[in-house]
């Protein structure tokens, strides 16, 4: 587990950005470097000294995923098309960070238009290697699509990053990469000024070294709202899981790390531990899945682009998409009309879920799960291109669910020591966000001291 070891001074930012120009040519985590970095930790270091601090997180170094708007900052969502887009205003989420103390170290690397869960995109690359790497085995993925979010942060690049995630696009890689990874009930976190994929499904996401410092960007971005309470774990927290689903494709170190976990859970006199079943959710889930991203996709992308005049239509975007697998997907949604299954989608079967998964959570206060049913596979362009649908399929098995509901979901690191990284995957009822991080942070806290040998 990588434990946040936050020092706000102008050393950190100095640190960071030597570790940057050594390891990034090794990765490809970021785009684009903040030339102000510095100055901006100097400032943060003399409002410290000055006991002047503008929040928790003055200081904080972060790093913004490249469909996320940063003022003065180019913001490509990792495609050719956006190269010389630089948006003259922050999203407002970023602009709530910034006001508040924070650091954006720069912009981080991303798969091309956000469409995929591996981050193999060859544009934009800062060194010999193609597509953003694995922080633990360079010849892995990243996982996607917010994989130079995930290893900025697991390679000490930045204290935390902002991601987006609309289909498990934050926790995916999160998982890969041995970090924390948030996705907030939809609607949490503003959502202006970022690149979109559907309206519905999208939210930026946090991810981070600990659920600490996931919990102190959430208390920024939420204060003064209702969103902004604790949860107070005094009760015993009731854990639902689904062996039949949630485990099926799984690894054997997958297997492995997740019964440990549960064997810990079933130990813990906090937590009670019950089997249920989702298998209707799972099938309500794939009814409406690909019928709200198949609408929304270029009719949102087409707003977005008349909205902040970036001069371009979705088809000579879409002309100008690198990758074959995404440029496929835009194009058959370009190729007929899905107004009438998005409606149908929206108006019965979505619905239909929401419910049932709220009745879910009438029995228990959590979902447990892997993240993803294995760990990152081999940066071979050849066999991810060829094999994306399967693939993409496999990594988002059990993150999709809480993305379509709009429920809120984070992926914390499990131990594999012969291995790669491996994600426990945490959901909640919608809108019980503050449930998720407390409990969140007590597994953590438990896998820690299993970790040390503490029991």
């Given at each position: 587990?990588?434990?946040?070891?936050?020092?706000?001074?102008?050393?950190?930012?100095?640190e960071?950005?030597?570790?940057?120009?050594?390891?990034?040519?090794?990765?490809n985590a970021?785009?684009?470097?903040?030339?102000?970095a510095?100055?901006?930790g100097?400032?943060?270091?003399?409002?410290?000294?000055?006991?002047?601090?503008l929040?928790?997180?003055?200081?904080?170094?972060?790093?913004?995923?490249?469909?996320?708007?940063?003022?003065g900052m180019?913001?490509?969502?990792?495609?050719?098309?956006?190269?010389?887009?630089?948006?003259?205003?922050?999203?407002?989420?970023?602009?709530t960070?910034?006001?508040?103390?924070g650091?954006?170290?720069?912009?981080?690397?991303?798969?091309?238009?956000?469409?995929?869960?591996?981050?193999?995109?060859?544009?934009?690359?800062?060194?010999?290697?193609?597509?953003?790497?694995?922080?633990?085995?360079?010849s892995?993925?990243?996982?996607?699509?917010?994989?130079?979010?995930?290893v900025?942060?697991a390679?000490?690049?930045?204290?935390?990053?902002?991601?987006s995630?609309?289909?498990?696009s934050v926790r995916?890689?999160?998982?890969?990469?041995?970090?924390?990874?948030y996705r907030?009930?939809?609607?949490?976190?503003?959502?202006d000024?970022?690149?979109?994929?559907?309206?519905?499904?999208?939210?930026?996401?946090?991810?981070?070294?600990?659920?600490?410092?996931?919990?102190?960007?959430?208390?920024?971005?939420?204060?003064?709202?209702?969103?902004?309470?604790?949860?107070?774990?005094?009760?015993?927290?009731?854990?639902?899981?689904?062996?039949?689903?949630?485990?099926a494709?799984?690894?054997?170190?997958?297997?492995?790390?997740?019964?440990?976990?549960?064997?810990?859970l079933?130990?813990?006199?906090?937590?009670?531990?019950?089997?249920?079943?989702?298998?209707?959710?799972?099938?309500l889930?794939?009814?409406?899945?690909?019928s709200?991203?198949?609408?929304?996709?270029?009719?949102d992308?087409?707003?977005?682009?008349k909205?902040?005049?970036?001069?371009?239509?979705?088809?000579?975007?879409v002309?100008?998409?690198?990758?074959?697998s995404?440029?496929?997907v835009?194009?058959?949604?370009?190729?007929?009309?899905?107004?009438?299954a998005?409606?149908?989608?929206?108006t019965?079967?979505?619905?239909?879920?929401?419910?049932?998964?709220?009745?879910?959570f009438?029995?228990?206060?959590?979902?447990?799960s892997?993240?993803?049913?294995?760990t990152?596979?081999e940066?071979?362009?050849?066999?991810?291109?060829?094999?994306?649908?399967?693939?993409?399929?496999?990594?988002?098995?059990?993150v999709?669910?809480?993305?379509?509901?709009?429920a809120p979901?984070?992926?914390?690191?499990?131990?594999?020591?012969?291995?790669?990284?491996?994600?426990?995957?945490i959901?909640?009822?919608?809108g019980?966000?503050?449930?998720?991080?407390?409990?969140?942070?007590?597994i953590?806290?438990?896998?820690?001291k299993?970790?040390?040998?503490?029991?």
């Amino acid at each position: 587990f990588i434990q946040s070891n936050l020092r706000l001074s102008m050393a950190r930012v100095s640190e960071f950005l030597k570790t940057i120009e050594k390891e990034n040519p090794k990765v490809n985590a970021l785009t684009y470097i903040n030339k102000h970095a510095v100055e901006e930790g100097i400032a943060s270091e003399e409002r410290e000294k000055n006991k002047s601090k503008l929040s928790e997180i003055d200081g904080m170094v972060i790093s913004v995923k490249d469909n996320i708007h940063v003022a003065g900052m180019p913001n490509t969502a990792g495609t050719l098309a956006l190269k010389h887009f630089i948006p003259p205003d922050h999203a407002p989420l970023v602009a709530t960070l910034l006001s508040a103390g924070g650091i954006c170290i720069g912009k981080a690397h991303m798969e091309e238009m956000a469409r995929g869960i591996t981050s193999f995109n060859p544009l934009y690359c800062q060194g010999s290697v193609e597509g953003i790497r694995n922080a633990r085995d360079h010849s892995k993925i990243a996982g996607g699509s917010s994989g130079g979010s995930a290893v900025s942060v697991a390679m000490e690049m930045c204290d935390v990053s902002l991601g987006s995630d609309t289909a498990g696009s934050v926790r995916i890689p999160a998982a890969l990469n041995g970090v924390v990874g948030y996705r907030p009930s939809t609607g949490r976190y503003p959502g202006d000024g970022v690149v979109p994929i559907s309206h519905t499904r999208d939210t930026i996401g946090i991810l981070a070294k600990c659920v600490a410092d996931v919990q102190r960007l959430d208390g920024v971005i939420t204060a003064g709202t209702e969103m902004n309470s604790q949860y107070d774990m005094t009760g015993k927290v009731v854990v639902g899981y689904d062996a039949k689903n949630c485990l099926a494709n799984c690894s054997g170190e997958v297997i492995a790390a997740w019964e440990m976990v549960l064997g810990k859970l079933n130990e813990d006199a906090r937590f009670s531990v019950i089997e249920v079943d989702i298998s209707s959710l799972k099938e309500l889930c794939g009814i409406c899945c690909g019928s709200i991203l198949r609408h929304e996709c270029c009719e949102d992308l087409k707003i977005y682009l008349k909205k902040y005049q970036v001069g371009l239509s979705v088809g000579e975007l879409v002309d100008r998409i690198t990758t074959p697998s995404v440029k496929e997907v835009y194009r058959r949604a370009m190729a007929q009309d899905h107004k009438p299954a998005h409606e149908e989608a929206l108006t019965h079967t979505r619905p239909k879920l929401i419910a049932e998964y709220q009745n879910l959570f009438a029995e228990i206060d959590v979902l447990l799960s892997p993240t993803t049913p294995i760990t990152a596979v081999e940066a071979n362009p050849d066999v991810l291109w060829s094999n994306a649908a399967k693939i993409r399929d496999c990594y988002i098995q059990n993150v999709n669910l809480t993305s379509i509901v709009g429920a809120p979901s984070i992926s914390i690191p499990l131990e594999n020591p012969d291995g790669l990284p491996v994600g426990l995957l945490i959901d909640g009822n919608i809108g019980c966000d503050a449930n998720v991080l407390s409990v969140a942070k007590a597994i953590e806290e438990l896998l820690v001291k299993h970790l040390n040998g503490n029991f």
